[in-house]
């Protein structure tokens, strides 16, 4: 049995945080960017192993907080399956 680092999709992550995509395909899926003023319309592409704001202003649509604290139980998880 080998030991191989789970990968976490950002698109489960994103939608936990943020509700059903708006629209998604087998390779991405887009929401409303949390982070943008609404009025703006801008949308938040998420695949499985990145993200981007499609917006004018620069962000991630707040995905970067997301996936610390996702991080932060990963590798709590990890460490408790190392220790069993």
């Known amino acids: 049995m080998t030991n191989q680092p789970h990968m976490i ?12 995509p708006l629209a998604a395909s087998t390779n991405a899926a887009l929401w409303r960017c949390p982070v943008c003023p609404p ?3 801008s949308l938040l592409l998420v695949s499985a192993n990145q993200h981007k ?6 962000c991630d649509g707040g995905a970067s907080e997301w996936m610390r604290s996702e991080e932060q139980l990963t590798d709590e998880l990890i460490m408790l399956e190392e220790t069993a």
Do not use: I, N, W
């Open 9 to 20: 999709d950002l698109r489960e992550m994103v939608e936990t945080h943020l509700g059903k």
């Open 39 to 41: 009025e703006r319309h």
């Open 53 to 58: 704001c499609l917006g004018r202003c620069v």
